[in-house]
């Protein structure tokens, strides 16, 4: 069970998040909250493996909130939920210490996997926000430099994957479209991680790129 603390302002918008994340049975919520220091109470007196916070907060917005929770419980997981697309964002996010990144305008499949994901340990960037770093690092000279032959040994159903996660498609589109298991399409993800050593998507897309893995 993964046990959630979720922390947004507004009642309707927390409250569908959480309609959302309880309607699978690994996850629970275990305490709500509008501000940081409502989430900063809540950690004293119970057991939770990872928070959902917004960044536009009261009193403790979500980056203060990101930076309290990593000084004093380090092993506990936060994961950004916003409307700010912007890199900066997304870069300070993670300069932090943060393990997710998501906009809230992304869909429930990707919502859930990307909770598991991070609770295994990893780190996550949603797909909207992973092309759109792509696209930057393309257009960026720094990133157009030669570089060695891969010497890495995929499979060709890896090389699949690979393109299609570059694509945007998420592990139950790949699934629908390659007739495997969500199970097989996050085996293989994580296959492509490990081989690469990349922390998460938009680290294995960008490896793709600079190796002529990507059409």
Same mark, same amino acid.
């Given at each position: 069970?993964?046990?959630?603390?979720?922390?947004?302002?507004?009642?309707?918008?927390?409250?569908?998040?959480?309609?959302?994340?309880?309607?699978?049975?690994?996850?629970?919520?275990?305490?709500?909250?509008?501000?940081?220091?409502?989430?900063?109470?809540?950690?004293?007196?119970?057991?939770?493996?990872?928070?959902?916070?917004?960044?536009?907060?009261?009193?403790?917005?979500?980056?203060?909130?990101?930076?309290?929770?990593?000084?004093?419980?380090?092993? %506990?997981?936060?994961? /950004?939920?916003? +409307?700010?697309?912007?890199?900066? @964002?997304? *870069?300070?996010?993670?300069? !932090?210490?943060? #393990?997710?990144?998501?906009?809230?305008?992304?869909?429930?499949?990707?919502?859930?996997?990307?909770?598991?994901?991070?609770?295994?340990?990893?780190?996550?960037?949603?797909?909207?926000? %992973?092309?759109?770093? /792509?696209?930057? +690092?393309?257009?960026?000279?720094? @990133?157009? *430099?030669?570089?060695?032959? !891969?010497?890495? #040994?995929?499979?060709?159903?890896?090389?699949?994957?690979?393109?299609?996660?570059?694509?945007?498609?998420?592990?139950?589109?790949?699934?629908?479209?390659?007739?495997?298991?969500?199970? %097989?399409?996050?085996?293989?993800?994580?296959?492509?991680?490990?081989?690469?050593?990349?922390?998460?998507?938009?680290?294995?897309?960008?490896?793709?790129?600079?190796?002529?893995?990507?059409?």
């Amino acid at each position: 069970m993964i046990r959630i603390i979720l922390a947004e302002d507004h009642n309707i918008v927390r409250n569908g998040i959480k309609l959302l994340l309880e309607a699978d049975e690994q996850i629970k919520v275990l305490g709500e909250a509008t501000n940081g220091l409502e989430v900063m109470e809540l950690l004293g007196s119970a057991e939770v493996d990872l928070i959902i916070a917004d960044i536009n907060m009261p009193q403790m917005d979500g980056m203060q909130l990101l930076r309290e929770v990593k000084a004093k419980y380090p092993k %506990t997981k936060v994961v /950004m939920l916003s +409307m700010h697309d912007h890199e900066k @964002y997304v *870069m300070e996010a993670f300069k !932090n210490g943060g #393990d997710g990144y998501l906009l809230k305008n992304i869909a429930a499949e990707e919502l859930i996997f990307a909770i598991k994901f991070i609770n295994q340990g990893y780190r996550y960037l949603c797909a909207e926000l %992973t092309m759109s770093l /792509m696209d930057t +690092m393309l257009q960026s000279k720094q @990133y157009l *430099m030669t570089m060695s032959d !891969n010497e890495i #040994d995929f499979s060709l159903r890896e090389l699949e994957i690979l393109q299609l996660i570059a694509e945007g498609l998420t592990n139950l589109e790949m699934s629908e479209k390659l007739f495997l298991s969500k199970r %097989t399409i996050e085996g293989h993800r994580q296959s492509l991680l490990d081989k690469t050593g990349s922390k998460n998507s938009a680290a294995l897309i960008r490896y793709g790129v600079l190796h002529g893995l990507i059409q």
